[in-house]
């Protein structure tokens, strides 16, 4: 299958508390995990990613954790922001390489950061 | 940084009528996809395209699309004859090699009626 489950499909913090965003995947073939924000009326814009060579991966505040075995990633914000508050999708995919790169995308999650 | 640019932003299509989404990708990238998204739904993959020719395609691509790029200009979707199951937001994507880094537009909210 090329299901990517996202959850939570919404989220509410206070500001300065973290976030945490899970995905699940099934293609055992995935390789690539990338994470996009998208604001209202704004493209998605690429904000992290991690390849199944890791297991973590961290850009200032934000953490991306992979577990091969169980399928599963996950974004983690600390220390949130009102301007954190936006769409999050996470996706999957097989890094094709010359063949392109085909992105399974979550539902999304909208993040709502209250002050 | 790079942007990929989506023209009309919204457009309004009689069903039956043919409808052309044009995309203007990042300058120096090789690999144009195409994302549909139904209201309260996720992105699902559409096609891919490089070198002239559609890498893969999904089911969701059905025989009324097609894409083209003619000498480097916009990357287009062409949808003929539209049906009204095919309203929906439509992503243009861009890459400069397969993988793995994707660039997106703003989307095209396709509605038919």
Same mark, same amino acid.
């Given at each position: 299958g090329e299901q990517v489950e996202q959850l939570p499909s919404i989220l509410r913090v206070q500001e300065g508390s973290s976030a945490s965003i899970n995905c699940s995947y099934e293609?055992?073939?995935?390789n690539y995990f990338p994470w996009y924000k998208q604001e209202p009326g704004e493209n998605p814009k690429l904000i992290i990613d991690i390849r199944s060579n890791m297991e973590r991966k961290q850009i200032q505040e934000l953490i991306v954790l992979l577990d091969k075995k169980a399928k599963r990633f996950s974004l983690h914000i600390t220390d949130?922001?009102?301007?954190?508050s936006a769409m999050y999708f996470c996706a999957a995919s097989e890094d094709y390489g010359s063949s392109g790169n085909k992105l399974i995308f979550g539902i999304g999650t909208l993040l709502s950061v209250k002050p | 940084g790079p942007k990929v640019l989506q023209i009309p932003s919204h457009q309004i299509i009689d069903m039956g009528q043919m409808v052309t989404l044009n995309c203007d990708p990042?300058?120096?990238?090789l690999y144009f996809y195409w994302y549909k998204q139904i209201l309260g739904q996720q992105m699902e993959f559409l096609v891919n395209f490089y070198n002239g020719k559609v890498m893969e395609k999904s089911k *969701?691509?059905?025989?009324q699309f097609s894409v083209e790029r003619p000498d480097g200009s916009y990357f287009t979707l062409k949808i003929q004859?539209?049906?009204?199951?095919?309203s929906a937001v439509y992503f243009c994507a861009s890459s *400069?090699?397969?993988?793995?880094e994707v660039f997106f537009g703003k989307g095209t909210r396709l509605t038919v009626v």
């Open positions: 293609d055992s073939a995935s949130t922001q009102p301007g954190d | 990042v300058s120096n990238h *969701l691509f059905k025989d004859p539209t049906a009204l199951e095919d *400069l090699r397969g993988g793995p």
